[in-house]
């Protein structure tokens, strides 16, 4: 698997949400996803910054087109420095929140990524990894 | 011997006044300003003149503090300066350059009165480098807070025009809704949505989001939020405008909508007008058409 482009932007700011998303479906529309496909990786990636910028206090993420084969995907990275997450599965489950949201935020992304890993560690901080495939 | 640099310049701009503005001016021909058309060599040089001569004012009264008291008059006039560069369109190169412009006549002046004594030279040349700089910063910033006023006007106006409620029928609203939604916003639409309700005496409102890019969780708890409030208000509310792939991501969120939902504003109205005991029929075929 091999990495064709990578870029990174930072989420400092709720306008900076608005840019990922731009910046996603940018991407996504180079690898030709289709609508349905773009949809879900810009609605799961608006969560992830959202949840980068809201309980991690800001962070950055790495967008990568990567390839595996004759297969083409958008893998986006989130990190923050935030104050991490204790109980991931407890973060996971629906309509759970520590903040003010409906709770559908990391399960939804999930559900709407091909790929997803979460690693956290409280005190120190966040990662979440999602792809989509075409 | 300590030479004052204020004075040493404070006389060179006396002595030499018309050779630096008329230097002043050709720099300021040439440059990208005038060529711009948006304002005429007359206005340029006027401005010029008028900030020179508040320039050797300030610097006789002392001191080449360009944030003292003494230099208010002359900031007051390179911000209006600034201010109007930046609503005419100005690049901040242009707008900056005014007063940069002045430092080369200045910088040969001195050096054509102070050629023989090195101190006086550097000490005028350091003196007016320093005011120079601090009025160009001055500039800047002016031009940057007004071009922030003229964004932040522009935002509020998109936050108005881009939520309208829309009187359908008797007691029938729409809200079309366009763009990200975010808190600001829903704030604003709530509002614009409630007071129309109050003022049209509205059973019905219909709010489509054709126009809103990606529904996430956030979207759609704000969109919860407001069909809540209309509903206190004694109004039912229609979602409209949600397409396919929207819809599809939206139950892999998990996100549950709980309330009437159709595909197209056009769809949610003619529910609209059944639920107020209307409907739409055709007009009648006239006779002629019956017969054939």
């Known amino acids: 698997m091999t990495v064709s482009t990578t870029e ?24 030709g996803l289709g609508l349905v496909d773009q949809t879900k990786i810009i609605t799961a990636a608006s969560e992830l910054a959202r949840n980068t910028l809201d309980y991690g206090g800001g962070g950055e993420v790495r967008a990568e087109i990567v390839l595996a084969g004759t297969r083409r995907g958008l893998r986006l990275t989130f990190e923050d420095r935030g104050p991490g997450i204790a109980d991931i599965e407890q973060a996971m489950t629906d309509h759970y929140t520590s903040g003010r949201g409906l709770g559908l935020g990391l399960g939804g992304a999930k559900r709407l990524s091909n790929e997803f890993h979460i690693e956290s560690t409280p005190g120190v901080g966040t990662r979440v990894m999602i792809a989509r495939w075409k | ?30 440059g990208t300003s005038l060529q711009s058309g948006r304002i005429r060599e007359a206005e340029l040089q006027t401005q010029a003149k008028i900030v020179f001569g508040q320039l050797q004012g300030a610097l006789a009264s002392g001191g ?56 006086k030279l550097a000490a005028g040349v350091w003196a007016a480098g320093k005011v120079l700089d ?34 359908l029928w008797d007691g029938i609203l729409a809200l079309p809704l366009i ?16 007071q129309a309700i109050v003022d049209e005496e509205a059973e019905i409102a219909i709010i489509d989001i054709t126009g809103v890019p990606t529904v996430d969780t956030l979207v759609a708890q704000h969109l919860l939020k407001t069909v809540a409030a209309a509903r206190l208000m ?51 075929a006239t006779a002629t058409e019956e017969r054939r």
């Open chain 2, 64 to 119: 080449i503090d360009a944030d003292a008291e003494h230099y208010a008059a002359l900031r007051e006039t390179l911000a209006d300066i600034s201010r109007s560069r930046a609503i005419q369109g100005f690049s901040p190169t242009d707008t900056a350059n005014f007063i940069f412009a002045l430092k080369e006549p200045i910088f040969e002046a001195l050096r054509r009165k102070s050629a023989v004594d090195a101190t």
């Open chain 2, 1 to 30: 011997m300590r030479v004052d640099g204020a004075e040493v310049l404070e006389r060179t701009l006396t002595e030499d006044e018309a050779a630096i503005l008329e230097a002043w001016n050709i720099s300021l021909r040439e």
């Open chain 2, 179 to 194: 763009g990200t939604l975010d808190s600001a916003r829903t704030g604003v639409v709530m509002e614009n949505l409630l």
């Open chain 2, 234 to 284: 004694g109004a039912d509310c229609i979602v409209s405008g949600i397409r396919p792939q929207i819809a599809q991501t939206m139950v892999h969120l998990g996100v549950e909508l709980n309330v009437v939902s159709k595909a197209t504003l056009a769809d949610a109205f003619a529910l609209a007008l059944k639920r107020t005991g209307r409907k739409v029929v055709r007009q009648q």
């Open chain 1, 8 to 31: 990174t932007l930072a989420i400092r700011s709720g306008d900076d949400v608005v840019r990922v998303r731009q910046r996603v479906r940018a991407l996504a529309v180079d690898i």
């Open chain 2, 134 to 167: 601090r009025l160009g910063l001055h500039t800047m910033e002016v031009f940057l807070a007004s071009r922030e006023d003229v964004i932040g006007r522009q935002g509020q106006e998109i936050a108005e025009l881009s939520t309208p409620v829309v009187r």
